[in-house]
């Protein structure tokens, strides 16, 4: 899974709020905003997220599982906007 190895942690903008069902749009913990996180992290790794008031944070620190599926969807995502065409 080397291709999906991020050389830059904080590459991964996130544009619309994570909503995970039955919880509602995942805020930031330092200034409760729900758009503008940077997601940083690696295949297999659980997901962290930066915000732009300079918080960063693990979401889902209880469930490592979605974490890191969150994290593939997110490197997923992010590759697809970057191939051309
Ligand atoms: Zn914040």
Redesign the pocket.
């Known amino acids: 899974m080397d291709e999906f190895e991020l050389l830059d942690p904080w590459s991964i903008e996130m544009l619309a709020p994570i909503v995970v069902a039955g919880e509602g749009p995942m805020a930031?913990?330092?200034?409760?905003?729900v758009t503008g996180f940077s997601a940083g992290g690696r295949w297999g790794d659980l997901v962290r997220m930066r915000?732009?008031?300079?918080?960063d944070w693990l979401p889902f620190e209880d469930d490592p599982e979605l974490s890191r599926e969150l994290m593939k969807e997110l490197i997923i995502a992010a590759q697809s906007e970057d191939r051309p065409g």
């Open positions: 930031c913990p330092g200034c409760a905003a915000c732009r008031c300079g918080r």
